[in-house]
């Protein structure tokens, strides 16, 4: 399988899951699996949100953040993998002034 990213429009979302600020993402999506290289803009954040489509990986690439899942707090900086797993409460925060860049996957179970 071939997925090309620069092929697939690139979407802004306000508020994502009654979060803060902006992120933006490029979806490949299947019955399997879900793909999203995502930007989540300085004071911005993902809301707290239940996973309740499957386990979300999510690998930051740059940029620094945090992550809460289940109550627990994590740091997200380049090289970190955070896991939250199918049926958990979790939210991403971008901490810092630069962008928070990170490939998404979300294993359908």
Same mark, same amino acid.
């Given at each position: ?5 620069n092929e697939i429009d690139s979407? &802004? ?16 999506? *299947? =019955? ?6 995502? &930007? ?7 809301? &707290?949100? @239940?996973?309740?489509?499957? =386990? ?11 992550? @809460?899942? =289940? ?22 925060? *971008? $901490?810092?002034?630069? =962008?928070?860049?990170?490939? $998404? ?5």
């Amino acid at each position: 399988m071939h997925i090309d990213f620069n092929e697939i429009d690139s979407v &802004t979302f306000p508020g994502m899951n009654n979060g803060t600020g902006t992120m933006s993402a490029r979806m490949y999506n *299947n =019955d399997s699996y879900r793909i999203i290289p995502t &930007t989540i803009h300085p004071g911005s954040s993902i809301g &707290t949100h @239940i996973q309740d489509s499957g =386990d979300d990986l999510n690998y930051i690439i740059s940029g620094m953040g945090k992550a @809460i899942c =289940d109550g627990i707090e994590e740091e997200l900086k380049p090289g970190v993998m955070h896991i939250c797993p199918k049926c958990s409460e979790h939210s991403i925060i *971008n $901490t810092g002034e630069e =962008d928070l860049v990170m490939l $998404t996957i979300v294993v359908k179970k």
